[in-house]
C-alpha cells in the first residue's frame, strides 16, 4: 500500500502491542505504536534497555506475534500466519543481522551463506552461485573457502551479512549490528549497509548508540514501551569504507 508520498510501505504497523503477564501483573513491553516504514529508507530504531525496541524488532521481523493492533509486511496482514507462514516469510522476505554473527564454525563462509537457500529448496549448483554472489557483494569474493576462525571479525559480519542478503530479501533487520566490533570495523560495517540502502534495500537497524543512529536517514525513539519520537535526518553521517 503505497503512503502519502507514493512510496510502497515496507512495514505499516497501526496501534501495535505485545503485553505479558509477569508476576500477576500486566506488562505492556509495547505499547500500542503506529508508523510506516517506506521503501528505500534506512532507519535506526533508538531506546535504552528496557525501552521496547527488541520487542518490536521481534514483531517486525515474524519472530513474535502482537497481542494488539495490526503489522503488515509489504502489504501482507502477518498477525493471521501460522508458524509455517511466519517462517516462510522470514525466510524469504527478512534478511537478519545479529550482533554475534552466528556463523557454523566448522563450514566455509560459502556454505553458511547457502544455509538460507537449503530451506528454500534452491538446487545446489545454484546455491553455490547466489553464494558466491552475495560474498562477492560484500567485499569477501576472496575468502569464500575460509572457515570463521579464518577470519576477522568484521568479515565474519560480512559474511553474516551476505548470509542475509542471499535470499535477496525486501528487509533487512540488523539489531546491534557493529556491537561486537571496534570503532574502525564498525565504520566499514556502517559503510556497507549506506551502500546496500543507496541501491534501493529496506534497512531497519536497532541501537542504543546515537553514534550508529547518526547514519541513518530517520530515526525512531523509543521509551517505556512507546514511540516517543520520529525523526527525519537528511544529513545522515557517511561512513567510511575499507
Known amino acids: 500500500m503505497p503512503d502519502a508520498s507514493g512510496s510502497a510501505g515496507v512495514i505499516e504497523a497501526e496501534n501495535l502491542g505485545r503485553h505479558y503477564e509477569l508476576g500477576g501483573h500486566l506488562v505492556r513491553a509495547l505499547d500500542g505504536v503506529s508508523f510506516a516504514i517506506r521503501e528505500g529508507e534506512f532507519v535506526a530504531i533508538m531506546g535504552p534497555s528496557g525501552s521496547g ?15 494488539m493492533g495490526s503489522y503488515r509486511l509489504a502489504g501482507t496482514d502477518v498477525a493471521g500466519l501460522n508458524r509455517d507462514q511466519l517462517a516462510a516469510i522470514r525466510n524469504r522476505r527478512i534478511g537478519f543481522v545479529f550482533q554475534q554473527f552466528n556463523l557454523l564454525p566448522r563450514t566455509t563462509a560459502q556454505e553458511n551463506v547457502e544455509l538460507p537457500l537449503i530451506y528454500s529448496d534452491v538446487r545446489r549448483a545454484d546455491r553455490h552461485r547466489l553464494a558466491a554472489e552475495a560474498l562477492s557483494e560484500v567485499g569477501l569474493g576472496d575468502r569464500m573457502h575460509h572457515h570463521p576462525a579464518q577470519l576477522s571479525g568484521g568479515q565474519q559480519q560480512r559474511v553474516a551479512i551476505a548470509r542475509a542478503l542471499v535470499n535477496r ?11 561486537a566490533l571496534d570503532s574502525r570495523t564498525s565504520g566499514e560495517i556502517l559503510a556497507l549497509f549506506q551502500s546496500l540502502n543507496r541501491q534501493g534495500l529496506t534497512i531497519v537497524v536497532v541501537t542504543h548508540e546515537e553514534d550508529i543512529a547518526a547514519h541513518a536517514g530517520r530515526v525512531l525513539q523509543f521509551r517505556d514501551g512507546k514511540l516517543v519520537a520520529d525523526r527525519a535526518n537528511p544529513n545522515p553521517r557517511q561512513a567510511a569504507a575499507a
Open 169 to 179: 530479501p525486501i528487509l533487512l533487520l540488523a539489531d546491534e549490528p557493529t556491537g
Open 53 to 67: 525496541k527488541s520487542t518490536l524488532m521481534n514483531l517486525i521481523g515474524c519472530l513474535d506475534s502482537p497481542t
